[in-house]
């Protein structure tokens, strides 16, 4: 069998993946154009992936953290577990500062919702982010910064779907920045429950 070509990283040619997803969505994306992204000839990925399913599974596949790594991630240069909480949420939509690309983004989440092997990765996502989100709003609480008693179970899944919803009310009207109107709808989803200082 032949050696694994060298030269670039999977992890390269994956954020390569998430770029050509932006601009064209999944249904135009070619191996040429992922390969043509990071400098290689179309046949290194087939040698890699087997075919373009397979390199869009492995970007399915390596998009799935651990919700520790994810929760720490956003504590970093946070002076708090409720900014680590909208800073988890900017993160979730970095690639998208276009509603074009919001498009092109949400067409391949439709892939993941009909498609079981797709799915199975995009719910292992889902899931590791609820956690990571309850995970860090119970350190709100503990912090002082949340309401005792608040449900932060609860919370955290109100919190994922003022996320999904800023999204396509902001590709419909586009208003500002996709990262600010994030913030926004989980500022409006939070308030009620923020401790207010004495």
């Known amino acids: ?21 932006g601009r064209v969505g999944p249904a135009k994306l070619t191996l040429a154009a992922v390969a043509e992204e990071v400098g290689l000839v179309p046949g290194t990925l087939v040698q890699r992936f ?8 492995a970007l399915a596949r390596r998009a799935v953290p651990d919700a520790h790594v994810l929760q720490e991630r956003a504590r970093e240069g946070c002076d708090s577990a409720l900014d680590a909480v909208f800073a988890l949420a900017r993160e ?22 009909t498609d079981p092997e797709f799915y199975e990765h995009a719910l292992a996502m889902h899931q590791a982010q609820r956690r990571a ?4 709003l119970e350190a709100a609480v503990s912090g002082g910064e949340l309401r005792d008693g608040t449900d932060t179970g609860a919370l955290a899944g109100s919190v ?4 999904a919803g800023a999204g396509l009310t902001w590709a419909l009207d586009r208003q500002g920045a996709l990262a600010e109107r994030v913030e926004h709808e989980i500022g409006t989803v939070l308030a009620p429950h923020v401790r207010r200082k004495t």
């Not at 992890?11 to 997803?21: F, K, P």
């Not at 989100?133 to 860090?136: D, F, K, R, V």
């Open 92 to 113: 979730s939509v970095a690639d998208v500062d276009t509603p074009q690309r919001y498009a092109n983004h949400l067409a391949f989440f439709c892939m993941d919702l």
């Open 1 to 21: 069998m032949a050696g694994r070509p060298r030269g670039v990283d999977d992890a390269v040619i994956l954020r390569a993946v998430v770029e050509v997803i």
């Open 133 to 136: 989100i309850e995970t860090l």
């Open 160 to 163: 994922q779907a003022a996320v």
């Open 50 to 57: 087997g075919s373009k399913r397979g390199l869009l599974l």
